[in-house]
């Protein structure tokens, strides 16, 4: 089991930056691919971004790719979403996600995932 619990989301001005964190605790944390979704009122849960294990690879969304950066520290259990040049259509709830490091990085579909936190919610105005 892993539990994940996110923070750092808000509302911010078009054009802004956040950085949202992951805090996890459990099982041995550099033993998952961690990733990030979200959510936005009426619609499906989708894929943002996801990490490795080691921090070595990643991948993005087209819709974020060149304004997000997905990082994560091993040594203190977290994992990031640095959130650069948001638009209105980046408001949702954003969740931390975790998959055993054996499954493959790229997994858009968040049904295949395994542990999820509460979510914390993004708005930017226009």
């Known amino acids: 089991q892993v539990q994940l619990v996110e923070s750092g989301g808000g509302l911010v001005q078009a054009g802004g930056s956040l950085r949202l964190s992951c805090a996890a605790s459990g099982r041995t944390f550099s033993e998952y691919n961690m990733a990030w979704f979200r959510q936005a009122p009426g619609k499906e849960r989708e894929f943002v971004a996801a990490?490795?294990?080691?921090?070595?690879?990643?991948t993005y969304a087209d819709s974020v790719k060149g304004r997000f950066t997905i990082s994560r520290d091993n040594g203190k259990i977290t994992v990031y979403l640095q959130m650069n040049s948001l638009k209105p259509e980046d408001t949702a709830v954003y969740y931390c996600t975790a998959r055993s490091k054996a499954a493959p990085l790229a997994q858009p579909d968040s049904r295949y995932w395994d542990y999820w936190g509460q979510g914390t919610q993004v708005t930017v105005s226009s």
């Open positions: 990490i490795s294990w080691s921090g070595a690879s990643a």
